[in-house]
C-alpha cells in the first residue's frame, strides 16, 4: 500500500476537525474537532511509522502517547463543559466570554444590576 492513501485521509480528517473547531460554538462539537484532528495525527504517525520499517516502533510509541494526552484532555474538557451547562444552561462558546467579574463586584451576566455598595467605605456617622 503507498504512503499516500493514508496521508491524504488524514488530511481529511485533520482538515474536517479543523473546519469543526473554527466553525462550530458548541463547545462538545470543539471537543469532538479536536479529537478528530488528533486522530489524522495518529493515522499519520503510525503510517510514516510502517513506512519507514522503523525498528524501535518510535511512531507507535507516540502514537500511544498522544492518544493517553487525549484521553486526559477530553475527560478535563468535558468536565467544564458540564460545569459551565450547569451553571449557565448553555454551552455556547460566544457565551462563555460573559464568565469574567466585573471590577464592581457585578457579574458580566447582570446587565441591568446595581453595583454592590462598599460597606466598608461608608461608615455611619
Do not use: K
Not at 485521509?9 to 462538545?28: K, M, Q, S, W
Not at 499519520?44 to 511512531?59: I, K, Q
Not at 478535563?76 to 466570554?97: E, H, K, P, Q
Request: aromatic share 6%; proline share 4%.
Amino acid at each position: 500500500m503507498h504512503l499516500a492513501y493514508p496521508a491524504v485521509l488524514a488530511v481529511l480528517l485533520f482538515c474536517t476537525g479543523l473546519y469543526g473547531v473554527l466553525a462550530r460554538r458548541n463547545a462538545i462539537l470543539v471537543l469532538m474537532s479536536v479529537e478528530l484532528m488528533l486522530n489524522a495525527v495518529n493515522l499519520n504517525l503510525v503510517a510514516f511509522d510502517v513506512w519507514l520499517r522503523d525498528t524501535l516502533h518510535a511512531g507507535q510509541a507516540l502514537t500511544l502517547f498522544t492518544i493517553a494526552i487525549a484521553a486526559a484532555e477530553i475527560g478535563i474538557g468535558l468536565a467544564i463543559v458540564l460545569l459551565v451547562y450547569r451553571n449557565r444552561g448553555s454551552s455556547d462558546i460566544d457565551r462563555l466570554r460573559d464568565l469574567a467579574e466585573r471590577p464592581d463586584g457585578t457579574d458580566a451576566t447582570d446587565h441591568g444590576a446595581q453595583p454592590q455598595p462598599d460597606t466598608q467605605a461608608e461608615a455611619p456617622a
